[in-house]
């Protein structure tokens, strides 16, 4: 079969190789002028640096299954890293029992009672039931209001924004499950994702997957109820078997042959918050801590990831400060050089130890569609990876529910799809 895939990003990329290795021809179109989506690279003053914090869990096998099938299975190492608390200009450690036992801004009922329910969580495998539940309350019921205000309020804030209390208790639950079953343990691939999409492209050439980047999709086209190919933004015409999209939905939306509106208000029900994700290159640590957790009022973000506690790069210090707001959210739209200073300033009233002179470089990436928000029921609105229309397939990090978005869970889906359409075959 001929099969055009729109987006070059790790869920593209990964259903590519597989199916260009059952015999498949296989054709990506990529909107943007370089190829890796979410996972893409860039240079930061020397640095070949992600737009995008990322990590590995103990429990990402498609991962490392993608990795054996590259070659790098070598390069993937594990660490435990520290994790602490930020709290109104306190910082305390916040990895192992013992520092949840020494959590002072909880009282010890509290911390023993978030210990309990981090506990529950981590043996827990049914969450249907928490699908119907927002978190917000869910949480305040199983902690206390206090440990939700202090401890899990700015967290959602981190990832939700404005929309942290409507978000489902199963999001939350998987959360908790996939790190805590990590016992500590997060991952990385020894030269980052730079040095995957390197290695995927390659296989992909090997096996005549032809990728145009710079390429962006006008329409998908059907002929007698069926796909049967794709129109470019420049007018031209490719004819496929098959299609598959890794477009956020809202934009899958657009691209529907006419005849197919329903499905399309369907897909626009799901909605996405955008982020505006900040790296800076320094010259010494900001913190101790991998991943900070920051409340405190006179700071305007809720955390800092020091990337280079996790995979250390010959000495140099990367961080990343995520926004996770709407795209509308002045935090979104204000000019680069704003809010690199407003988050400068923040980093030095945590780290009052760094100096003007210790910030190297910095860069701003932005993305509308960082995340999908989970209200509760979002289950019900989780599309079918084959659409009704025939010959179309979805691969989006909604599929993943309730998981969180992964490049682990974006191959496995990218695998399942790969596998479905062979069995058409």
């Known amino acids: 079969m001929t099969i055009g895939i729109i987006g070059a990003g790790i869920s593209g990329t990964s259903a590519a190789l597989r199916l260009a290795k059952q015999g498949h021809a296989v054709e990506i179109f990529q909107r943007e002028s370089e190829v890796g989506g979410l996972i893409a690279t860039f240079d930061l003053a020397g640095t070949?640096?992600?737009?995008?914090?990322?990590?590995?869990?103990?429990?990402?096998?498609?991962?490392?299954?993608?990795?054996?099938?590259?070659?790098?299975?070598?390069?993937?190492?594990?660490?435990?890293?520290?994790?602490?608390?930020y709290y109104q200009g306190r910082c305390f450690p916040f990895t192992?029992?013992?520092?949840l036992v020494r959590f002072s801004p909880l009282t010890l009922a509290q911390r023993i009672r978030f210990g309990l329910f981090a506990l529950e969580a981590q043996r827990r495998s049914e969450w249907a039931q928490l699908d119907e539940l927002t978190a917000k309350p869910w949480l305040i019921d199983r902690l206390g209001r206090r440990a939700y205000e202090v401890i899990w309020e700015p967290l959602l804030t981190l990832k939700f924004g404005d929309f942290h209390d409507k978000i489902s208790a199963a999001w939350v639950w998987h959360?908790?499950?996939?790190?805590?079953?990590?016992?500590?343990?997060?991952?990385?691939?020894?030269?980052?994702?730079?040095?995957?999409?390197?290695?995927?492209?390659?296989?992909?050439?090997?096996?005549?997957?032809?990728?145009?980047?710079?390429?962006?999709?006008a329409r998908i086209l059907a002929d007698g109820g069926r796909v049967c190919g794709l129109r470019l933004q420049d007018g031209s015409e490719h004819a496929c078997d098959r299609v598959i999209s890794t477009v956020p939905l809202t934009i899958l939306a657009d691209l529907l042959p006419p005849g197919w509106d329903e499905y399309a208000e369907r897909l626009r029900t799901i909605q996405y918050i955008g982020v505006a994700c900040l790296s800076f290159k320094l010259k010494r640590r900001a913190t101790p801590y991998f991943w900070l957790n920051v409340h405190d009022d006179r700071v305007p973000f809720n955390g800092i990831i020091e990337y280079t506690h996790l995979n250390p790069m010959a000495g140099e210090h990367i961080v990343y400060v995520p926004?996770?707001?709407p795209t509308t959210h002045p935090l979104y739209t204000?000019?680069?050089?704003?809010?690199?200073?407003?988050?400068?300033?923040?980093?030095?009233?945590?780290?009052?130890?760094l100096k003007d002179t210790d910030l190297i470089a910095s860069h701003v990436a932005r993305t509308p569609f960082a995340q999908a928000i989970c209200p509760t029921h979002f289950l019900q609105?989780?599309?079918?990876?084959?659409?009704?229309?025939?010959?179309?397939?979805?691969?989006?990090?909604v599929l993943l529910y309730p998981e969180d978005r992964t490049q682990s869970g974006s191959i496995l889906k990218a695998y399942e799809c790969a596998r479905d359409i062979a069995s058409d075959a």
């Open 323 to 325: 926004y996770y707001v």
């Open 175 to 217: 959360r908790i499950h996939r790190v805590i079953r990590s016992k500590g343990r997060m991952g990385y691939l020894e030269g980052g994702t730079g040095f995957l999409l390197d290695a995927l492209t390659r296989a992909l050439d090997a096996l005549d997957v032809v990728i145009r980047p710079g390429t962006p999709v």
């Open 381 to 397: 609105r989780v599309p079918a990876q084959r659409t009704p229309l025939p010959g179309l397939s979805l691969l989006d990090s």
């Open 48 to 85: 070949r640096t992600e737009h995008f914090y990322h990590f590995l869990c103990a429990g990402d096998v498609s991962y490392f299954e993608l990795c054996r099938e590259l070659g790098l299975a070598d390069r993937v190492r594990f660490t435990k890293p520290r994790t602490g608390f």
């Open 334 to 353: 204000m000019t680069d050089e704003t809010l690199v200073d407003r988050t400068w300033r923040g980093i030095r009233l945590i780290a009052p130890e």
């Open 96 to 99: 192992s029992v013992v520092d």
